[in-house]
């Protein structure tokens, strides 16, 4: 998942592409390529905001697709899904603003899904692996961008999302809390903070909360690449006091 900016509509050009690719120092095609055009064996996510009506058969809005081997031509048999409207409200997304683009890969079902602004915009089943990358599966992703005679300022960031479960328990008793966070990278850090004066750097901990109360629990998370997030939960985690009361049955 990540924050694309596409820039402002000053006659920009041309877009940006998510990439797969199995050489890193690769470079594609300048302009309507949007740097990854021409690179082959590689598979992209297009978010084109200029019409190449030549070569590339490209709509007249912003758009995206998933093409193939480094092949922008929407008519070609490396276009794999799309065009269609990069945005599910709107056909100009050089808006200045950060939208949401969030790429999915499910291995089992062998489907690539893409979603602008939280809407599923593309869908593609097809053994990537085997019949793009000729069965390597290991492949670096990145962004690529590119532009012609004009200029625009694009950018994208990584988003990752802090999260978390724990269980209920007696006071004095050990409390699990899982990590659930999502990241685009690898998460390398952890930060816990239990809201009774006690933290902790583990990804799962357990905690023993030693007093009865409701806490507010605190959890910082750190990517590969820098990123940060943090989750905090408010009044989550109740300790109930022990039972001191017993029963003697007499026969």
Not at 37 to 43: A, D, I, K
Not at 52 to 81: C, E, Q
Not at 206 to 231: D, M, R
């Amino acid at each position: 998942t990540f924050f694309v900016n596409l820039g402002c509509d000053t006659s920009g050009a041309d877009g940006i592409c998510f990439g797969l690719q199995p050489v890193s120092t690769n470079i594609g095609i300048s302009g309507n390529g949007m740097g990854l055009g021409g690179v082959s064996p590689s598979l992209g996510v297009y978010l084109d905001t200029y019409q190449n009506i030549s070569p590339d058969n490209d709509p007249w809005y912003d758009h995206i697709s998933i093409n193939s081997n480094g092949d922008v031509n929407h008519l070609s048999a490396n276009n794999l899904s799309g065009p269609v409207p990069t945005s599910a409200s709107q056909f100009n997304v050089e808006d200045c603003i950060n939208h949401t683009l969030r790429i999915s890969w499910d291995p089992a079902t062998q489907t690539m899904q893409v979603w602008f602004d939280g809407v599923l915009r593309l869908s593609y089943v097809g053994n990537i692996v085997a019949n793009i990358f000729g069965g390597n599966p290991n492949v670096y992703w990145g962004f690529t961008g590119s532009t012609g005679a004009l200029t625009n300022a694009q950018s994208f960031c990584i988003v990752i999302v802090a999260n978390f479960t724990a269980t209920t328990v007696c006071q004095g008793s050990p409390t699990v809390f899982t990590d659930i966070s999502t990241s685009g990278t690898p998460i390398t850090n952890w930060s816990w903070d239990f809201g009774d004066g006690t933290t902790s750097i583990e990804k799962s901990p357990i905690h023993t909360y030693q007093n009865e109360g409701i806490y507010t629990v605190k959890l910082s998370v750190i990517s590969a690449l820098g990123a940060q997030g943090i989750a905090t939960k408010s009044n989550y985690i109740e300790v109930n006091a022990l039972d001191k009361k017993a029963f003697f049955y007499v026969t």
